[in-house]
């Protein structure tokens, strides 16, 4: 039955491919991307392997600890899980649910990442040839240890999706969940950055790797080294708690999915009062007014359109991180900018987000003018105060309040600019993106190369046609020159509201001119 | 086009606020042309002529695949044709779509609603994006509302409604700015038999009081009893149309149609599958 499961993802990952060429460059690239990650750990292991024990089993741990931490962050960050074995669509095949479980696990094992994984933890074997008894132990603990890796992104991914009972008790523990992923990296990335500088200062690395060694994502890479240096008893510890954490990861994992096998999507019943309009009753009677009363609306209840939103508070976090927590520096500062970056272009592609519901608005027949309008509108009465809000606190924690003109005017201007952008680039461009209420983790299969690089270039514009802005604010920020922070003030409004205009004239012509053609797209995405 | 008089009483199933602007002309309410369209090498629509009279209660039947949807999209301005045209009581789909779309109220099939709005917060949009002002948005979302027995479930979000929820808060969208062309697709799918009598209902009064109807569906049963006109389309092709009457004959339209179209088989079905 496994087998059988295996044949069937791999006879979808080959028509996939032979459907699109564009998907095709992407796994390429995927390939390759996975192939020189393996050469560097392969020719770093070899290396590390000629050094001192000591050094080599912190390394060693240390790698796999980020690996494991790797397949249960990646996902969120990257493309999500491969759902092509997903356990809804496994559910009608007589299988059990441990079947189930082992087919995907099988599958998670033989995709691209899984491949890559299994390959680099061989390569630990360059380290613990010389010693015979780690070799031996890793026989066992390398395959122990991949295998942690693939049920744990599984298991999380399947927690996250399938806790609690109401869709929206779902949806608020799925954004959460998330959140938290989201900030643990940057976290962890700062941890790095801070065990480095540390280990500058003469702080062992060594006895960092030995802490993480005894928690659940480190302790199966662990146990070889212990053995070699003849530290028995630790390593048998280690080993059990390895096992342990495979096994309650297995068993979270399979109550979750026979939960959520046996009883999906629960209804909720959660509901308003007739006659609450929410901003349908706020904005004027117009099609302006109602795309965005829709807009508004999506933004500030769609998980889909929050998840989005983290981005605004991750911006200054990751500033910090990329500094090495200097918060008194120009780059915290003018962190407000890179919050103003992002807030613009998150309604890069908007429409995608309607899905075959797109049609309700052609139906309506609305112009191209009026439909972005509405729609940038809605996104920034959630993205500028937020916005605001970002740059006065910033800039209250860096203590640098002559500065605001200059970190308000930059922002509000690149996100202006932004969202002009958006409204050309809405009108041309849909992406596949998941259906309301989908799980954070799930990939959404549809996206091309070619959709990777459209994003990047309304990045490239954006950042381009925001130089008259930005140029004053950062003069201001590194020269502390007050009259730059007021002429990036003045150009930031004037010049964005420009942009922003011109966004929505010429993003309406592309609208009134190409709408059918994004929902004839927005048909053949699957699920939307 | 503007000046439409808005004289004709309404009848007793509809309320005042829906019922459709009586027509003084005598173009059709739809008039296709060639249409045509092809995904890839699939020809959908080849060259299809269609005239539905106005007033009428026209059916469109097909097979699975013959490219009713396909059609309608496109005569209703979602689906660019690669050639022929559209006209809705004269003005063209696709050279004025603006004009033509205020014109039309659609139920498209296999499209999703904005369903994290309200059943009532769907209506008020869509009245919204056809420009009516506030008082007659309410009013008419009320009375669309009531008529579709939606009442108890007007604030609830529309994800969590049935599947026949779905299907009526959608007709409440496509009525609500009194079209006087309504195109429905596959409107009775997964709707209960109580609520399907009161849809039946609203639209028999509607094309009482002048407006159009066309639908699209399955059920030939539905069909002979509901429409006055019917069409039959196979492989993007008209294969028959007129009134109910003159296409079916002396026959019932399950067999007319099947006759038209073919493919039926008179088969027990494989031996394994027998039970006994």
Redesign the interface.
Known sequence: MVATVLKIRFRVLGNTLSRSAMQLVGFIFGVLGALWMLLLISVGLFFVGMLDLDIARAAVTAAGAVLTLGWVIGPVFAAGIDTTLDPAKLAPFPMTTRQMMVAITAGGLTGVPGIATALGALATFLVWGRYPVAAVAAIVCVPLGVLICVVASRAVAALAAGIGGG?RTREIIGLVGFALLIFASPLFIGITNGLVSASEQGVQLTSVAEGISWTPIGAAWAVPGDLASGSWVSGLLKFLIAVATLALLWVLWQRSLSASVVAPAA??T?????????W?GV?P???V???W??SL??WT??FRYLRQLLLIPFAPVLVLLYSRGDIDGPFFAASGLLVGFFAGILPYSDVSY??????????????GRADRLGRMLGSATVSIPLLLLADVVTLAIAGRWELLPAIVGGSVGLTLIGLGVSAVSSALLVVPTPA??DSPFKRVPGSTFSMFLAFFLCWFLVAVLALPTVIPALIAVFTGSTSAGWLALTVGLVWGAVVFALGVLIGGKRF?AGA??L??QL?TFRG? | MTDIPRDVPPPSALPEAVTPPASTDSLPAMQLTGLVKRFGEKVAVAGLDLTVPTGSFYGLVGPNGAGKTTTLSMATGLLRPDGGTARIHGVDVWTQPVEAKKLIGNLADGVRLFDRLTGEQLVTYTGMMFGLSRDEVATRTADLLRIMDLGEAAGTPVVDYSAGMTKKVALACALVHAPRLLVLDEPFESVDPVSAANIEDILRGYTASGGTVIVSSHSMDLVQRMCDHVAVIAQGRLLASGTVDEVRGTQTLQDRFVELVGGRHHAEGPQWLRQS
């Open positions: 869709r209804r909720s959660a509901r308003r009062r007739s006659g609450s309009l929410g349908f904005m009677s117009t099609p007014g109602a795309t009363a829709r609306t999506s209840r769609d309607d899905g075959t519901a797109f049609a309700t608005v052609m139906q309506t027949g609305i112009r309301p209420g009134d059918p053609a929902l004839a048909r939307a």
